[in-house]
């Protein structure tokens, strides 16, 4: 099982000396990957000791630096700090999301296409004979 860490000993750990980020329930010391980081070590020493999901989120990291964050994982947060995981992937098809509107649009487009389509052949075939 991987270490568990409470949220407040993260916190102790907020400086270029020593960097642990948690991103979704999992802590990670980032302290060997702050010159390395793409980024820029700025932004990860501004979520050191605190709990960064969020902000790694907005960047909209790559897979590979998904990846490549597991290399820097040293333990987990204690089952009872979690926090619920927003899943980005799922974001996007979620119900209060705009483009889930758009899809229920295209769910309806089709259906009326074809009652219109039914129609105008009917009127047709019905005016020609
Ligand atoms: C262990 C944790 C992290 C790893 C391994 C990591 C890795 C990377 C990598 C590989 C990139 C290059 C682009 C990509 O492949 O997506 C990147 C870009 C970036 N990351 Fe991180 N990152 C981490 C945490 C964070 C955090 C907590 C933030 C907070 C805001 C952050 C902010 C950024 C920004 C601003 C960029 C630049 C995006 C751009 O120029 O388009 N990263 N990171």
Request: glycine fraction near 6%; include cysteine.
């Amino acid at each position: 099982m991987a270490k568990q860490f409470r949220r407040e000993e993260v916190k102790q750990h907020n400086d270029n000396q020593k960097s642990w980020i948690v991103i979704h329930n999992s802590v990670f010391d980032v302290t060997p990957f702050l010159n390395e980081h793409p980024g820029g070590e700025e932004v990860l020493l501004e979520q050191a000791g605190r709990d960064g999901s969020e902000a790694f989120e907005d960047v909209g990291h790559s897979s590979d630096a998904r990846e490549l964050m597991m290399k820097y994982k040293i333990g987990e947060i204690v089952e009872s700090e979690r926090k619920p995981i927003k899943d980005k992937t799922n974001t996007w098809s979620s119900s209060d999301d705009s483009c889930s509107t758009q899809s229920s649009l295209k769910g309806w487009i089709l259906p009326i296409t074809i009652g219109i389509l039914a129609t105008l052949i009917y009127r047709y075939y019905f005016q020609s004979h």
